[in-house]
């Protein structure tokens, strides 16, 4: 059974950045599509951001321009760069394995000054 890994969250003032990595524990060939979903207070998961084996990403109109996922193929590990935080984006964020859907334990972001 595959396990990921979240970290990198943390408390950040509006404006800032953070990066979330999510490390897992075998070949990430065998887990794509790779995907960062969040969950805020009260409201329903939604989709971040998913990137294909091939490389093809789709993001949330969100997140757009100010969110990057990437990848550590010799790490098994993605990343997700976010830039430009604002308190909407204050939420507990999860990395998703859906070729064996696989979820890991989440990682909390929260924005504020």
């Known amino acids: 059974q595959v396990q990921l890994v979240e970290s990198g969250g943390g408390l950040v003032q509006p404006g800032g950045s953070l990066r979330l990595s999510c490390a897992a524990s075998r070949s990430l060939f065998s887990i794509y599509p790779m995907g960062w979903y969040r969950q805020a207070p009260g409201k329903q998961r939604e989709l971040v951001v998913v990137v294909t084996r091939g490389g093809s990403t789709n993001y949330a109109d969100s997140v757009k321009g100010r969110f990057t996922i990437s990848r550590d193929i010799a790490k098994n590990t993605v990343y997700l760069q976010m830039n430009s935080l604002k308190p909407e984006d204050t939420a507990v964020y999860y990395c998703?394995?859906?070729?064996?859907?696989?979820w890991g334990q989440g990682t909390q972001v929260t924005v504020s000054s």
């Open positions: 998703n394995g859906g070729g064996v859907g696989v």
